[in-house]
């Protein structure tokens, strides 16, 4: 940097207001900041050369190597090393950033630190009993050393994801960045510049003067879907529901209901469906209502393929799939009796695959009729309800048959030829 534009910079008089922060004397494990062999230095003794937070007194914060602190939105909690999580609810992260370097090393340039830059690293998704590890790295060309580096921590207390909000990461100072809103994915990607003026991002001179902090939110979430597969005969006064019964040659209608029920958006939802064997689909039957409009409109069969993209969904967001089947007749698919199939349907979300499913009974009714499924037939011809058939048959042999023979010529009236067939019945019988 040229003499001038140090003494155009460094010619004015430039006040900052001072930054309060609680102190603690908490650092974050061995492995959450560094190095931990740094040089360090006094608020009476700054350093020599130009260094990221490495007071040890600093009268606003205590030890600045702990520069990385969080605290619960809305609260009047004080800024911590960690903090318990819970759904729903805000944090907010500070990260302070303080060149060490005396402030009359900034007109020779000695103590100004060049292309400084924040990154900041968390992990999106916690189980229960997890910590986010909150880590902040600032960054330099020519300070020593060029990367320090701290860490808070985010406990969770249920399953949860954690979410940047959006445009929440602000830099404050005295200068005329102060306010300045920072782009998200240079702060989580390969790091974002900071600065005191506008005109000079990745500059900051020595000196608390000059120093600064940043803030930013997240905020805990909890995806959560649910999905309800469910079934019902066509054209019947039944309703849908996760069981019901069928005949061969039925149309039945499938119903898919999905809805995000946590507090995150599900973007780029995709239900899938499976149809059991003896199923068969009817094509263009099917239809998506949302509920965020009430529109129900047919839809491409893609169910039964890579799936079909329902779109985003916010929190509470809802929608229903339907579409039709005929059950095949078909006696080696379902013998006779009771044959269970199931339906299952899966909703893809970006958080987790979520399943559910319907079954279906199909009766087919074999007594006699060698088939058929309309309740109806019992099999062989129906009887007038009046004579019942008899369970067996009278003995009919010749003896019986000459018996009867007589009874009838008695009634007739002959007693002679009632002798004679009695003689012949005797040598029938011999």
Known sequence: MSNFKLKKIFGGVMVLGVIILPSTS?????????????KTFTWENPATYATFNSITDNP??????????VKEVGTDDKYADDVEVSVGKEYEIYVLYHNDASANLNKSGKGIADDVKLKMAFPEHLQKGESAVMKGTITSSNTKPKKVWDSAYLKATEEVYL????????????????????????LFGKGVLLAYWNSEWGMIPGCDEYSGYVTFRVKADQPDSKVTKTAKVDGGDNDFATEINANPGAVVDFQVTYKNTGTTVQKTVVVKDELPEGLDYVSNSTKLTLASTGETKTVPDDLFGDGLNIGDFRAGGSATITYQVVVRDDSEIFSCGDTEVYNSARVITTTGTFENQAKVTITRNCNGDGGGGDGDKTGGDKNDGDTETPSELPNTGPAEIIVASIVLLLIGGGFGYWISSLRQLYKTMK
């Open 163 to 186: 979410r940047y909000v959006a445009n929440s990461a602000v830099i404050h100072n005295g200068g005329s960045s102060n306010g300045s809103i920072l782009d998200q994915d240079s």
């Open 60 to 69: 606003n914060l205590g030890d600045e190597r702990n520069f990385v602190r």
């Open 26 to 38: 908490v650092f974050a494990d061995d492995n959450g900041w560094g190095p931990q062999n740094r």
